[in-house]
Structures are given as C-alpha cells and as structure tokens.
C-alpha cells in the first residue's frame, strides 16, 4: 500500500546546508547590528539635546589650570605668531 522511499543527504547537501544557515545567521546579526545603532543614536541624539553644553573654559578650570582642551582660538593664535 505504501511505498518506502530511502533518503540520502550527502556531505556535499549537507555542507551547503551549513553555508546558507551561516549566511543567514550573518546577514540578519548585520542588519540588526547596523539598525540597532542607528536607533540608539536617536535616542541619544535626543538625550544629548536636554544635556546642558560645557564651555571649553569650564572644563579647563576643571583641570588645576593645566589646559587640555585646544580650542580653534588656540589654534589661530598659533598660526598668527
């Protein structure tokens, strides 16, 4: 009544298998790596907007008078001399 079929997967089939779950794996780890990034830099463009700026000269006074931010003023003034 019923016939029996005998499968065989060869190593070739089964190789080919593997490759295509890797490039699934793959593809889908990158689109979701590069979504992923694009969504929290909204996210933190939006938390960057409510933080208040720091001047240039509040964060060297932060730094016991050692200067280590440059500024494009420091820059032209050096260009000047």
Request: aromatic share 8%; charged share 25%.
């Amino acid at each position: 009544m019923f016939n029996q079929a005998a499968m065989y997967i060869d190593p070739a089939t089964t190789s080919l298998i593997i490759q295509i779950a890797a490039g699934v794996l793959i593809t889908v780890g990158t689109f979701l790596g590069i979504f992923w990034s694009k969504i929290r830099r909204v996210f933190k463009k939006n938390k960057a907007e409510e933080a208040p700026a720091i001047d240039a000269s509040e964060i060297n006074a932060l730094h016991d008078g050692e200067k280590d931010v440059i500024t494009a003023d420091d820059l032209l003034a050096d260009e000047e001399d």
